[in-house]
């Protein structure tokens, strides 16, 4: 929505200054924006930059000291919790103005308490029937790997769940998202395929398994080739700044494309082999478990989605408005984004915004000359590959993978 209906609608005083905090803004500053130009300027200078990616960078994170486990080291702030424990928190996307997801206001899917880790202490274990040379490198030897960096999205695989009892009358278990389990962030790290290239991948190799550090030591198998994939990423920084623990300290897999689960957190081992691997995180769950799913297919790539960036059953005063929001696809850039007002009778084209690449989501808008009544703002995606989102899905008992065109309820005063 445009500047307006933002101030009008935005969070109070006490948020805003939760969210400036987070950003590092001091509290004289803080006080001078909102003075000059209220909620406004303030979301402007906490939004993230959006650099382009260096070919090269190794920014050195500082090492988070030994202590005890906590169920979550950043809390919630601006974020919908939608568990808190373990914490399941949600992406405001309203709030987020640029291409990057600043880190306060990035979605947390944890599967149990967020370790905190010693990076002196900690080791990756590279090994398998599938390599020649097993390896423990420390985070010196991670760090000492030539680096990249790529701006990427992390989208839970449950994303949008609660749509199913909300407009398929079927409700799934997990928690009830709606469209904020997706976050981009700037990743910097070590491609998967210079590790594996250390320890001697051998010819007859199959699946790669990455195994997190956590409680639950939440682990999951890629296809060698995915892991060869030069965007494939071990990274141990996000935003420019070190990873932080809710988010995988000190080292955590970043596999474009692929559902939430694949990126492990809190990386500790690398496990190549000359089989497929089964793990209870690719048979129980994270599969697709329902009657038009006979075989249980495990879940792979995510879906083509889009998101109107207001909140849910929000309010915008009446006006002249722009409505903006967000579309993406695993399987290529976005290549259209519509609009309706009328549940669905007509559709308008969005403009898309620059830039527009594969693995990033591309912002879009529209304006809206909006007249006092309430209004479900529907929006579909083609991506280049002519792959459009559907208008219901298949249901499945853990709720993966919705994609379906929905009504985002709004009303104007």
């Known amino acids: 929505m445009g500047d307006k209906g933002r101030s009008s609608t935005s969070m109070d005083g006490d948020g805003l200054w939760q969210l400036a905090r987070a950003a590092g803004m001091p509290r004289r500053r803080f006080l001078a924006l909102l003075a000059a130009g209220g909620a406004v300027a303030v979301l402007s200078a906490c939004r993230a930059p959006t650099p382009t990616p260096p070919a090269t960078a190794t920014p050195v994170p500082t090492p988070t000291p030994t202590a005890a486990p906590l169920l979550s080291v950043q809390p919630p702030g601006l974020r919908r919790v939608i568990a808190s424990s373990p914490p399941v928190y949600e992406s405001p996307l309203e709030l987020v103005r640029g291409l990057v997801t600043p880190i306060p206001l990035f979605f947390q899917r944890n599967h149990g308490a967020t370790p905190r880790i010693d990076a002196r202490d900690w080791r990756l274990r590279v090994e398998g029937n599938a390599v020649e040379r097993p390896l423990d490198l420390s985070y010196d030897d991670i760090l000492a790997l030539p680096s990249r960096s790529h701006i990427r999205w ?6 949008a769940r609660s749509f199913f009892a909300l407009f398929q009358g079927k409700p799934a278990a997990g928690g009830q998202w709606k469209l904020g389990a997706i976050g981009v962030a700037e990743w910097t790290g070590v491609p998967l395929a210079a590790v ?6 051998k010819r007859d190799a ?3 398994l990455l195994e997190g550090g956590d409680g639950p030591r939440v682990h999951r198998p890629i296809p060698v080739e995915k ?4 965007d494939t990423l071990l990274a ?5 700044e070190a990873l932080p623990p809710d988010h995988g ?3 955590r897999a970043i596999v474009p494309g692929w559902v939430g689960v694949s990126n492990i957190k809190w990386l500790v081992r690398v496990e190549v082999s000359n089989q497929r691997i089964q793990t209870p995180f690719n048979t129980a769950s994270y599969i697709l478990d329902g009657p038009d799913y006979p075989d249980k297919p495990a879940l792979t790539l995510q879906t083509l989605k889009s998101a109107v960036a207001l909140p849910w059953e929000g309010t915008i005063p009446r006006g002249r408005q722009t409505i903006r929001g967000f579309a993406w696809s695993p399987h290529g850039r976005i290549a259209r984004v519509e609009y309706s007002l009328d549940g669905g009778k007509t559709w308008a084209d969005a403009r898309l915004e620059e830039p527009n690449t594969q693995y990033v989501w591309v912002r879009w808008s529209f304006p809206w000359e909006a007249t006092p009544g309430t209004y479900g703002i529907m929006t579909r995606a083609t991506d280049e590959a002519g ?9 499945n008992a853990q709720g993966y993978l919705y994609n379906a065109v929905v009504p985002h309820p709004v009303t104007v005063s």
Request: net charge negative; hydrophobic share 40%.
């Open 196 to 201: 594996l290239d250390r320890a001697g991948v």
């Open 206 to 208: 199959v699946d790669v």
């Open 236 to 240: 141990y920084a996000m935003n420019g």
């Open 249 to 251: 300290f000190p080292l």
């Open 154 to 159: 992390v989208e839970c695989a449950g994303n």
């Open 387 to 395: 792959n459009a989102q559907p208008d219901s899905v298949p249901w």
């Open 227 to 230: 892991a060869r994939d030069p």
